[in-house]
């Protein structure tokens, strides 16, 4: 039978269900029960002969002569339900002829356990809560393509286990980091997310038009900026875990949209973050260690801590203190990648990832050139003309997860930063005016921590790809 026909068969006994009511008999109990919580009861409901409700979706139809059993599940668990038509009467006829796997159902009876040992509730009432018109892929043709998947995640949550525990993980992740920093003293607060200017990141933004007043805003990059004038304005410890948009590539760790945490600690400096991140991760995985893609990765403090420099020296053979621009250009185009010519900043950044991509056990990568970190202080190294800024960020297998610095809080070094920044990256960043405006107010001084949490969820669950993380990822039209 093809899915066409599937489909106009369950619409035909959707219109005879209808017909006669949906309820194919009354149910008399009280508020349904969670199967879960019926499996943990079994033995004393079983005991007493309690009859309760229960709902959900049958996923198992197996008929026998006068009797069938089917498998009911909801989100807690799954129940085995046993309707007999000598118990029922006519009404089991609307059941074995006019319900199907993939149809929600009320059902209500005493539990028992099988011979086999299977527990079991004997149905004395049932009705149809709703009637699934498709069949679920599982008896069809599965649901294992990848592209399938993502475009209907509720198919593949319904027939992968294991993505549905994934994401359950995710939820739990959300909620401890969140009871984390309410731990540490910090406020959650909600920014703009539709900005005036796009900042706070270079990085190319998504624009849209506003109606009402008749402006163009930007989703937001980075809630950085609006974070630090909180700061300004007298709070202490703030951060936001949020939506933001960049309209750049896709890969295995970049969606176009993604959440991020960023926070923001008066009188605090990047060491201190450090001692902060590794806090954190004994909170989020007490036992200090993973397996992510089959390697072992312990998260026992402390981190090991390299600058950009010597990482990039030690990987690639390329001292970013003494090569010209030219010479980095030309060590990129032997590996056919091309940043935007005449950005310093993106050509080192493009060597960085390449040597990054060497790094398994978590590692604090600091020191990143100053022209990286336009919203960054100065780390004033004795001995070297080049410029650094007082900035690390923690990379894991690879993977960049948490960039952080000592913010930038001069007001008139930050408004030549921006001028610098715009005249350079001019689809990407835009001269904050009110930014530095309340910068003139006074900022005390703060550091700036920002994690990419689809990131996160990807190495503590073992995810190979951001997709697998994010419920409905990008997906180009079919």
Known sequence: MSLEQIKSDREKKLVVLKAAGINSYPIKTGPRRAIGSVLTDFEKLADGKEKISVAGRLRALRKHGGSAFADLEDETGKIQLLFKKDELGEVYDNFSDFFDAGDFLRAEGEVFKTQKGERTMQVAAF??????????????????????????????????????ERFKKRGEILKNLRQFLANEGFLEVETPIL????????????????????MDL??????????????????????????????????????????????YWAYADEEMLMDLTEKMFEFLAPDL????????????????????????????????DKVSQEEIMAELEKRDIKPEEGKACRAIDALFKIARAKITEPTFVTEHPLEMSPLAKEKIIAGLEK????????????????????????????A??????????EDEVRFDKDFIEALEYGMPPTAGWGL???????????????????LFPAMRER
């Open 127 to 164: 009705s149809i809560l709703a009637k699934a018109l498709n069949q679920l892929p599982e008896k069809w043709h599965g649901l294992k393509d990848t592209e399938e998947r993502y475009r209907r995640r509720y198919l593949d949550l319904l027939m992968n286990g294991e993505v549905k």
């Open 195 to 214: 900005q005036s200017l796009p900042g706070g990141a270079l990085a190319k933004p998504f624009k849209t038009h506003l109606n009402a007043l008749d």
């Open 218 to 263: 930007y989703l937001r990059i980075a809630p950085e900026l609006y974070l630090k004038r909180l700061i300004v304005g007298g709070f202490e410890k703030v951060y936001e875990l949020g939506r933001c948009f960049r309209n750049e590539g896709m890969d295995k760790s970049h969606n176009p949209d993604f959440t991020m945490l960023e926070f």
């Open 289 to 320: 260690s993973i397996e992510y893609q089959g390697q072992k990765i312990s998260l026992r403090p402390p981190f090991k801590k390299i600058t950009m420099r010597e990482l990039i020296l030690g990987e690639l053979g390329i001292d970013i």
């Open 387 to 414: 410029r650094y800024a007082a900035r690390f960020q923690l990379v894991i297998n690879g993977l960049e997860l948490i960039n952080a610095y000592s913010e930038l809080n001069n007001p008139e070094e930050q």
């Open 416 to 425: 030549k930063r921006l001028k610098e920044q715009e005249t350079l990256h």
């Open 452 to 470: 990419g949490v689809d990131r996160l969820v990807m190495l503590l669950t073992d995810a190979p790809s951001v997709r697998e993380v994010i």
